[in-house]
């Protein structure tokens, strides 16, 4: 297996490790000589003549081409492996695709995918001699960022594989057989039926064992009787059964989609009902995503409600979800559509296409010639924007822009004073129980045991002053202790009762590390105090005090024996205590590497005994992990692969021994083998920092915690997929957004979840479900909010509950930004592409489509008038794009591309023809938005580092900006004259927004909340 950043033939730096097998290795990787991404396969060959073989395969695989078909760029020998360089279309696998969309694409969108990939294994077949794919894995199907789904090369040349899979066809289970076109068919059939339901069919050796595979339409009523046949066909257990070429598969295919001509079989008949099994009993989960945003609150996937105060009950928006069948219904033959029905639907389209060109022949002859024949409404008419977008539109013409006027202008006072700040419970550490009965989880000050199974609340356990910060179990899973942030006490809690048992005082610094000795015997404690104390757990006294470390305390671990105890610190050392004597172990000694920023060792954060006793983990600041010899200290490993610290409470040994996780900042958690340090999998769902993990004892599920999103997550390290996630808090705020009358605060977090601050009355309302993006909701009015669903939809929201919830038509692709003008006219979406929607609010009709953006249009902001748009992108390389455009027209009005700089945040100025855009080179420009042009700049203090974020008062007259160390400076945007500055010391400045009046000022940052300013008189 390669190491990561390692070279590979002079021109492949590997960047990630995809898939491992033993068969076949999967990476990431960066053609140096391009900067482009590839895709490697590595396979392991037995001797020269398997690589010879191979060899000449792979030359005529490279000779295809072929929509679908991720081309293979380049393939050679090297040691006893032969490596496969494809094109890496910038998305992801088919498992992650999957588990990213939380379920069934709509079939309409399955159809168009599966029909190119038929297209490109027609070419295939077709090649003399045919090349065939054999044994798929979902590593071979590719995501792109344009939403097309591409085949890899890679199953092409691999040898059939010898672990369980949905996608191989039953005959290929004798080692005798040979991949067919028949097999090849299959594995489609599975990919169809997993796109279509959400889930992999059985394997062909489950359904040798008597499982049947479950018909379609059980897991997803709204599939349409005829994709359901096709999907069944293809899955045959007899090859005769199936369809035999690609090309037949692709035209029954077309057929379906034309028939359909109902997205998701909406419209299906009663009779096709009354044909269909009866739908297996599943937990409910919300199948139109356009619906699952906004009041009544509804239950996201997988997750329970966040808290707080919610709109009345969920009305009749939602049918039944589905999940993964507990068992399997065999599908009623007599739903079968035989391929002779399909023919004569086939024959039927023909004749009524061509009755339909006769007429049209007609009707085009009597318009060309009948001059009193005319289209309704002249040449507008021809222009109608169609739902899915497209290039600029002309034909609906846009509301004229009321005349813009001073009048009533509010005058924003110079100095603004915090008055108030609203802030949610945090999201703590997370411990399984030794049992796996239950995981305690720290919220706030509080604790919540949940049962480990289903993560259902159970007790919660109050009596800390502080926010938790360390939560652990005894061996026995009858005591938890915890320690909180700002208090020096440990509090033993009986876990039967949720009671108090019993305070342990003596630290003079609040609790950073617990660990029980593995008879549960003793307690050991690590403190800001640079110690660590020993109790007894029966009694409660002290048994001793470990005095050596000169910083903070990271985390403690006992040896398996009990013999010892390791500790690590933020200065930079791991100590071993020998438990007998209390004193240092002798021959043990680590201090870890030095930091080139301050000519100190890197701090040092978790640390993990191996359960055989022969190595210890220490986790690090500088990202990575270093692997010890528990005798000595001596170094044995470093795993290189994080991209930020390694918290305190992130690293830890599966029970069995054989994996170690790793949580960051950064994100993820890795999974790493112990005895080689390779890396094995990485486990990220949306990139936000952890705080920690903690293994269940089946070795096989983890949980972990966010306190950024909010969030606590139970993974499955084989399939490497998140199981359950449940939101405990809104996260860190990203977004904020006042009401027209300013009576109503929107905030978005980090974790979709949006609470709604009504004033005076300090109530608020949750609504699960949005996008994760820095501008993910704007209000239409008091009643309405528009939002990004986390499906990427734009929808309007009645926050009364009286009406439904309605998606805007019109913008392909994923949602990134949404924006409301001033006046609450017009409705902006941008979306990964660089397309920006523009909707009519009243009548939610799309008036018009820009394009031009370079690349994700994460930025979107309306001058005064709404005369104006203007997008803004990172997305080539670190170079800045913003683009403005004449809402009218739809013409380009400038662009205005950045240095080697990326934008933070942008907005055009309400008093004139202005934009303004911060850099994370520390400044912000006021640009003329007519010609581009710089008219000022303002460069951020030394001490502020750069601008996160900014916002300009209502009137233009002041300008507010936010750093990334927490600092809110006011400035005269004029002059460029810095008036006040109030450091909040809560982490970024993440957004900002003004009251429509100008009165107030509301302020996010990424640990402290929301803050509230209002003029200092």
Not at 38 to 55: F, K, Y
Not at 295 to 308: E, F, N, R
Not at 569 to 575: I, Y
Not at 612 to 617: E, L, M
């Amino acid at each position: 297996m390669l190491a990561l950043e390692s070279t590979l033939y002079d021109h492949y730096r590997i960047t990630y490790v995809v898939d491992e097998r033993p068969d076949c290795v999967i990476y990431r990787a960066i053609d140096m000589r391009s900067s482009l991404g590839v895709l490697v396969a590595e396979l392991p060959q037995a001797g020269d003549s398997a690589l010879s073989d191979l060899g000449a395969l792979a030359g005529q695989i490279a000779t295809v081409s072929a929509p679908g078909l991720l081309p293979l760029r380049d393939h050679f020998a090297q040691d006893a492996a032969y490596y496969l360089i494809a094109d890496d279309p910038g998305g992801q696998d088919l498992d992650r695709v999957s588990r990213d969309r939380g379920g069934p694409l709509p079939e309409s969108e399955v159809l168009t995918l599966v029909s190119q990939l038929l297209g490109a294994l027609d070419v295939l077949h077709e090649h003399n001699p045919p090349l065939l794919l054999g044994d798929l894995r979902t590593t071979d199907l590719w995501s792109s960022p344009d939403g097309g789904l591409s085949l890899a090369p890679f199953a092409l040349a691999r040898q059939l594989g010898v672990e369980p899979s949905s996608y191989r066809a039953p005959e290929l289970h004798d080692s005798e057989t040979e991949p067919t076109m028949s097999s090849d068919l299959y594995a489609m059939g599975a990919v169809l039926y997993q796109l279509l339901t959400g889930w992999p069919p059985p394997t062909a050796a489950q359904r040798e064992a008597g499982t049947p595979l479950n018909a379609p339409r059980t897991l997803n009523t709204r599939i349409s009787p005829l994709a359901e046949q096709m999907a069944l066909r293809a899955m045959e257990k007899k090859p005769a059964s199936r369809y035999q070429r690609a090309r037949e598969m692709r035209s029954a295919l077309e057929t379906v989609h034309l028939m359909a001509g109902r997205p998701q079989g909406a419209m299906a008949s009663a009779e096709d009902a009354a044909l269909s099994p009866a739908p297996v009993e599943q937990p409910d989960r919300p199948v139109e995503t356009a619906m699952v945003y906004g009041p009544p609150p509804p239950v996201p996937p997988y997750t329970q409600p966040a808290p707080g105060t919610y709109a009345p009950s969920p009305q009749q928006h939602y049918v039944g979800g589905y999940s993964q069948a507990t068992s399997q219904v065999a599908p009623n033959p007599s739903s079968r559509v035989s391929n002779g029905c399909l023919i004569a639907i086939v024959a039927t389209l023909a004749m009524m296409t061509l009755l339909i060109c006769l007429i049209g022949v007609f009707i085009g002859y009597r318009i060309l010639t009948d001059t009193g024949m005319s289209l309704p409404g002249g040449a507008a008419a021809m222009g109608t924007p169609s739902p899915a977008g497209g290039v600029v539109q002309d034909a609906t013409p846009l509301p004229a822009p009321p005349a813009p006027t001073d009048s009533g202008a509010p005058v924003v006072p110079e100095t603004f004073t915090q008055t108030s700040q609203i802030q949610e419970d945090d999201v703590g550490p997370a411990a399984y129980a030794p049992s796996g009965e239950l995981i305690a989880v720290g919220v706030g000050k509080t604790i919540q045991l949940r049962l480990g199974d289903t993560l259902a609340q159970g007790l919660t356990l109050s009596g800390h002053t502080g926010t938790i910060s360390v939560l652990t179990f005894s061996p026995n899973s009858a005591i938890l202790a915890s320690g909180a942030q700002d208090e020096n006490s440990v509090i033993l809690w009986d876990v039967a009762t949720g009671q108090e048992r019993q305070r342990l005082e003596g630290h003079t610094g609040w609790i950073r590390s617990l660990a029980f000795s593995p008879d549960g015997a003793i307690l050991a404690s690590g403190s800001t105090d640079n110690t660590v104390r020993l109790w007894d757990v029966a009694s409660g006294r002290e048994l001793g005090v470990l005095e050596g470390h000169t910083d903070y305390l990271g985390n403690i671990a006992f040896s398996p024996d009990g013999a010892a105890l390791a500790s690590a610190s933020r200065d930079g050392t791991v100590r071993l205590w020998d438990m007998g004597s209390q004193q240092l172990s002798v021959g043990f000694r680590y201090v870890a590497p030095t930091d080139p920023a301050t000519n100190q060792p890197y701090w040092l954060t978790g640390i993990a005994y191996s359960p055989d006793g022969k190595s210890i983990a220490v986790g690090s600041v500088s990202a990575s992990i270093y692997v010890l010899d528990a005798a000595s200290g001596k170094l044995q490993h470093e795993l290189k692969g994080h991209q930020d610290w390694v918290v305190i409470r992130g690293l830890s040994y599966s029970p069995d021994g054989r994996t170690l996780a790793s949580a960051s900042l950064d994100g993820t958690v890795r999974l790493w083998s112990p005895l080689t340090g390779t890396e094995r999998a990485v486990l990220t769902q949306r990139g936000i920092r952890l705080l920690g993990l903690s293994w269940a004892p089946d070795s096989q599920h983890l949980a972990s915690t966010s306190d950024s999103a909010g969030s606590l997550t139970v993974w499955n390290t084989q399939t490497r997929q998140a199981e359950q996630t449940i939101l405990l808090s809104q996260g860190t705020v990203t977004t904020l957004t006042y009401s027209d009358s300013g009576t109503v605060l929107g905030s978005g977090g980090a974790s979709g979840t949006v609470r709604l601050h009504i004033f005076p009355s300090d109530r608020h309302v949750s609504l699960n479900g949005g996008a994760v993006t820095s501008q993910f909701i704007g209000f239409v009015s008091d009643t309405q909010l528009a939002a990004i669903s986390d499906a990427g939809e734009v929808v309007i929201i009645d926050l009364t509950g009286q009406d439904r919830n309605r998606q805007l038509q019109g913008l392909s692709g994923f949602a990134v930004s949404l924006v409301v003008s001033r006046d609450r006219r017009l409705l902006a979406a941008g979306n990964g592409r660089g397309d920006v929607a523009i909707w009519d609010v009243g009548s939610q009709k799309l008036l018009r489509t820009l394009r031009g953006l370079n690349g994700s249009a994460f930025l979107l902001s309306f001058n005064r008038d709404a005369s104006q748009i203007s997008a803004a992108t990172n997305q080539d390389s670190n170079v800045s794009q913003i683009i403005v455009w004449d809402v009218q027209s739809g013409d380009t009005q400038t662009t205005i591309r950045g240095g080697q700089s990326q934008v933070t945040s942008m907005e055009m100025l309400a008093g004139g023809d202005m934009v303004a855009s911060a850099d994370i080179d520390g400044s912000l420009t006021i640009y003329s938005s007519s010609d581009g042009e710089a008219i000022r700049t303002i460069t951020a203090p030394a001490e502020d580092h750069w601008f996160s974020s900014f916002v300009f008062s209502p009137d233009s007259k002041m300008l507010v900006t936010g750093s990334v160390v927490g600092t809110v400076d006011f400035w005269d945007p004029q002059s460029g004259a810095l008036l006040n500055s109030i450091h909040l010391s809560t982490g970024s400045v993440m957004a900002l927004a003004f009251r429509p009046d100008g009165k107030q000022i509301a302020a996010s940052t990424r640990d402290g909340g929301i803050y509230l300013f209002d003029p200092a008189s």
